[in-house]
């Protein structure tokens, strides 16, 4: 399976990097043979509700029973990650507050415990094909890359193009998709677009 690479540059003073993916554009095949090019060992999904209607094979307990098989290792960490939180504190006008919660104790334990996992490749899986529409490259790619750990974002598109794109790069394109300079602003603007809202 060939990757392309999309300007690809990480930095090269990092000794840790992880990756992203979404898993929605993707049959489980695909995915696990995507995961393994990579060499990925462990996925951590960072799915609030580790379920899927429509993509029931990627549900955790079928996604860690197959990953297990090619010895990929599963784990669910919505308390750290996950983009529903029921801290009403992590909210703003009732959307969850990525700056908010990326000050919480919770999140910083999962920056943390990604640190101390440098031993492995680790892989943070959505469902959202493109990171632009996804809290894995808005919040969590965004402060792991502030940490400094490189962040590369797996992009299986549904004609089965397979694009890598470090966290600069996406940066660059969301600047290019929100048409604002700022890159704090558009992370601001993106965040509120994509944030998980509060039911009345």
Known sequence: MSLKFANFKTKKYNII???TIGYAGTTLDRFIEILK??????????????KSRYFYLFNDTNLSKSL????????NWKEEFGARQDNLNFYTDGILDYDKFAKSDQFKKGVAQIKKLSNQNVCLMCAEIDPLNCHRAILCGREIANSGIDVIHII???NGETILESQSNFENRLLQ???????SEAYRIQSKKIGYKLTR
Request: proline share 3%; charged share 25%; net charge positive.
């Open 37 to 50: 090019a990579n060499k990925i060992t462990f996925l951590i999904d960072v799915r609030s509700l580790p």
């Open 68 to 75: 297990a098989k090619h010895g990929i290792k599963y784990e």
């Open 156 to 158: 299986a598109k549904r």
């Open 177 to 183: 998709t929100t048409k604002i300079n700022n890159l």
């Open 17 to 19: 990097m992880i990756y």
